[in-house]
């Protein structure tokens, strides 16, 4: 199994800036796609950005230009840095995390707030 850990959500105000981050640890073979998805109250579960083993990334186009997404093979961990945040940016944000030949995971979630 492999067990995926958030960090770094919170409250901040429009135009503020936010990283998270999310660490996979456990029994981890071969990782291929490192990914944040988010969801809003009343609203389904989206991608938000994604990177796979070869650092090729893709957004969805509401963030293009104001998030990144970055990962550190060596230390199984994934970020999103998140800046010109707007409310609308307001949800749970998930790390999802797909293994080679093998399955994929989710983690619990944190809580991002944007909001003066």
């Known amino acids: 199994q492999v067990q995926l850990v958030e960090s770094g959500g919170g409250l901040v105000q429009p135009g503020g800036s936010l990283r998270l981050s999310c660490a996979a640890s456990?029994?981890?073979?071969?990782?291929?796609?490192m990914a944040w998805y988010r969801q809003a109250p009343g609203k389904q579960r989206e991608l938000v950005a994604a990177?796979?083993?070869?650092?090729?990334?893709r957004y969805v186009d509401s963030v293009k230009g104001r998030f990144t997404i970055s990962r550190d093979n060596a230390q199984n961990t994934v970020y999103l840095q998140m800046n010109s945040l707007k409310p609308e940016d307001t949800a749970v944000y998930y790390c999802?995390?797909?293994?080679?030949?093998?399955?994929?995971?989710w983690g619990k979630g944190t809580l991002v707030t944007v909001s003066s």
């Open positions: 999802y995390v797909l293994e080679n030949g093998r399955g994929d995971y």
């Open positions: 456990g029994n981890i073979f071969s990782i291929n796609v």
């Open positions: 990177m796979n083993s070869g650092d090729s990334a």
